[in-house]
């Protein structure tokens, strides 16, 4: 096609003179490639620190790579068959996911109420809302810093207040629901304000007419709420979820600053009752120097992920198509 | 026509900053100076001497990078293979020594500048952890060191009955039985105070005063599933531990602070260098309460470390002239002055100013003595080369056995187990 038009346009009569001829090409050149050009970049960094390490761990973890020494022979997939017998990475996987339900539900539903309230007349509205993001903007070393202290397990606040009450000091490092309930407070105070956000904003954004003919047929506030509110703001709340899900499958922070052992010497408490996923691959590869099996882990896990998330873009597209 | 313009106009700005880029570049390697970074952790009281040293070597130029000391050691092996990246010295400490020196050829050996000729500095035991190939290769030198002594809180120890004075401390505790007998006496009378801070620190004292350990010496082979010694040290700590007789802490975190500020426990196995932590975490209201004495089973070393030079940076002349400065006796002697940091050096630590040194806050006890007098017959234990892998592991189990977790059989058999996955 674009070949005749080019030939056609040779063989026109030499009226036009050959600047015009010359910025049409550009032009043209110019519709059809600029758009390219201008989100290139992102391409070029996503090849080089996206792309390029995906590929190398692929190739790290058909290896025995010792993280100094480099390479020490191929072993296909040796790594991923003693990764799926070692009970190390099942523990870790388990606790991941408990983590993960344990802080993303109420989260997001804590998250959800949140934005029905700031979505009201508040005075001083802009402070509440920039308020609730402040625990996101805190670092993360900071804010497990913080919470370590509270459930220090002699003189922490938390203890303290729970003797007020007569509970006797809990041992919130030693006991595997215990740690797994304060590093979940830990993730649902840094990241509820924002997700509330999203929410208040998808909020704002739902017609004000349909709640005044609610009110009209007499609805109560919960049943607008539920029946109005939420379902208008699905593709939100199905965006959070989804991401919610991918930072909460690479939780590391939290819970390795949570250890007394720091980023250094912490494998999830003495019995790596909180040790996730990403702590496992980081104790294996740059406490132990496997690198290889650590590249393993990290190809499970962008497994894992991927699955979850092509369920979850299933599970939109189906609610999606339902609402 | 407007959109030549703005092409141009974007190339004129390409050219531009590009120019300007170049023009950076060249001013920053014009001043002429050679660059050397020392990577360190904790304080190894160099600042002053690094002043002195610039001005007496006016074409160097040094910078500091401190960082945590386990944060350190996993930054330095990944710098390593990254093969850029680390200073130009690095510090490695005693624990660490064996892991690097397996990677050895991504160090200068420091024997190619003439560092065999200063062997007669160190005691035997600390030149001898910093090299490899039988002394061929000097893979580092020594800074300080730990020796071992033990620190306990005089107005804990009058509460609960027993003697204050450090001579007849030490003669409570002649070996670690005694210890745990003293432990149990001083529970019956004072129960709400833990006898020591956690069961790890006396299980590494223990385990550091034999000669193997988790790793056999003649040929690096993991023998923990063999070695007796490993599992009497084990249990003789965890023992304290299921008697509750522990804090169960994470030794030098925050919470172990506190614990120091609140006088939650009486007794803490004590390297010189932690002499400073126990001062700063317990504050100047515990002044005078701590006092030193000697450790039960007869001294030993926990700590130290040595400047070495990766093979990767511009300098190695340079910088091993540095570290060979730094590691020098008047320089150690100073360092040891300002900061109470423990000379690995017999002309040294044998020095009448060192020996008559006492420390005040640690109710004037004469911590260049106690601390000294045992260095000359130290015999070190073997350290593998996968000791830092395998150590942790059973740190964790006496963690278990202190948390209630576990019974220590039971603790014990795991971590044997987790070990040999550790060194596979």
């Known amino acids: 096609m674009t070949v005749t038009r080019d030939r056609a346009e040779a063989a026109a009569p030499a009226v036009a003179s050959a600047a015009p001829r010359h910025q049409n090409r550009l032009a043209r050149w110019d519709g059809k490639y600029t758009p390219y050009l201008i989100i290139a970049p992102f391409f070029v960094v996503f090849g080089i620190f996206g792309l390029y390490p995906l590929l190398f761990t692929a190739w790290v973890s058909l290896h025995e790579w010792h993280l100094v020494d480099g390479d020490q022979g191929f072993l296909g997939l040796g790594n991923y068959t003693e990764l799926l017998s070692d009970s190390k990475f099942w523990n870790a996987l388990g606790n991941t996911i408990s983590l993960f339900v344990l802080s993303t539900v109420p989260q997001l539903l804590a998250a959800l109420g949140l934005a029905a309230l700031l979505d009201r007349g508040l005075r001083a509205r802009a402070f509440w809302r920039a308020g609730v993001l402040l625990p996101n903007v805190i670092s993360v070393a900071a804010v497990a810093l913080v919470f370590a202290q509270l459930y220090g397990r002699d003189f922490g606040i938390v203890n303290h207040l729970l003797g007020l009450v007569g509970v006797s000091p809990i041992d919130w490092r030693a006991e595997t629901w215990a740690s797994h309930l304060a590093i979940s407070s830990m993730v649902m105070w840094r990241w509820t304000g924002y997700n509330a956000l999203l929410y208040l904003a998808a909020m704002q954004s739902v017609p004000k007419d349909m709640y005044e003919s609610a009110m009209l047929d007499g609805a109560s506030r919960w049943r607008t709420f539920w029946s109005i509110t939420v379902p208008s703001i699905r593709p939100t709340i199905m965006f959070t979820v989804v991401t919610s899900t991918i930072f909460g499958l690479q939780l590391f922070a939290e819970p390795q600053l949570f250890d007394p052992g720091g980023t250094a010497l912490g494998t999830g408490g003495s019995d790596r009752q909180f040790q996730t996923l990403v702590m496992y691959l980081y104790e294996k590869g740059f406490r132990l120097f496997d690198a290889g099996y650590s590249a393993a882990i990290a190809w499970m896990l962008f497994l894992l992920i991927a699955v979850i998330a092509v369920l979850n873009f299933r599970l939109t597209r189906r609610i999606a198509s339902k609402g | ?424």
């Not at chain 2, 880029?21 to 190894?44: E, P, R, T, V, Y």
């Not at chain 2, 952890?129 to 030198?141: C, E, K, M, P, R």
């Not at chain 2, 130290?304 to 400065?325: I, M, R, T, W």
């Open chain 2, 1 to 424: 026509m407007r959109r030549r313009l703005v092409c141009s106009a974007a190339a004129t700005l390409v050219v531009v900053l590009a120019a300007a880029g170049c023009g950076g570049g060249s001013s920053a390697s014009s001043d002429g100076k050679i660059k050397l970074s020392i990577g360190l952790f904790s304080d190894f009281g160099y600042d002053n001497l690094i002043k002195e040293y610039q001005a007496s070597h006016q074409n160097i130029e040094i910078e500091q990078r401190k960082v945590k000391m386990e944060q350190h050691h996993t930054q330095l092996a990944t710098q390593l293979a990254g093969g850029r990246g680390a200073a130009d010295i690095v510090a490695i400490e005693e624990g660490n020594i064996a892991q690097f020196r397996a990677s050895k050829d991504k160090f200068v050996n420091l024997a190619d500048f003439g560092a065999k000729d200063l062997k007669s500095q160190w005691a035997a035991w600390k030149w001898n952890q910093g090299t490899t190939d039988n002394g061929d290769f000097v893979l580092g030198l020594g800074t300080d060191m730990g020796s071992l002594g033990v620190c306990y809180r005089r107005d804990l120890f009058e509460a609960a009955g027993l003697p204050t004075d450090r001579a007849e401390v030490a003669k409570l505790w002649p070996t670690w039985a005694d210890y745990a007998k003293v432990s149990d006496q001083f529970t019956q009378k004072t129960p709400n105070v833990k006898f020591v801070d956690t069961a790890r620190n006396v299980y590494k004292a223990i385990l550091d005063q034999t000669e193997e350990g988790y790793f056999a010496k003649a040929d690096d082979a993991f023998i923990a599933d063999k070695n007796d010694k490993v599992k009497q040290a084990f249990d003789q700590a965890a023992e304290l531990g299921t008697k509750k007789q522990t804090a169960a802490l994470e030794p030098f975190s925050q919470d172990w602070n506190v614990a120091l500020k609140q006088g939650s426990f009486a007794t803490t196995t004590c390297p010189a260098w932690s002499l400073a932590l126990i001062k700063a975490g317990a504050g100047d209201a515990a002044a005078g309460k701590w006092d030193v004495t000697t450790a039960p089973g007869g001294g030993g070393n926990w700590g130290g470390s040595f400047l070495a030079v990766p093979k990767q940076g511009a300098h190695a002349k340079e910088a091993y002239e540095l570290a060979k400065f730094l590691t020098s006796p008047e320089s150690q002697k100073r360092i040891f002055k300002e900061t109470g940091n423990l000379p690995s050096q017999p002309q040294v630590y044998k020095d009448t100013e060192v020996t008559a040194t006492t420390n005040e806050y640690f109710n004037k006890a004469p911590v260049g003595q106690i601390f000294g007098t045992s260095a000359d017959s130290l015999k070190p234990t073997y350290r593998g080369s996968k000791d830092s892998k395998v150590t942790p592991v059973f740190n964790t189990a006496l963690q278990r056995v202190e948390q209630g977790k576990q019974p220590a059989a039971e603790a014990y058999a795991q971590a044997l187990k987790e070990a040999q996955d550790a060194v596979k």
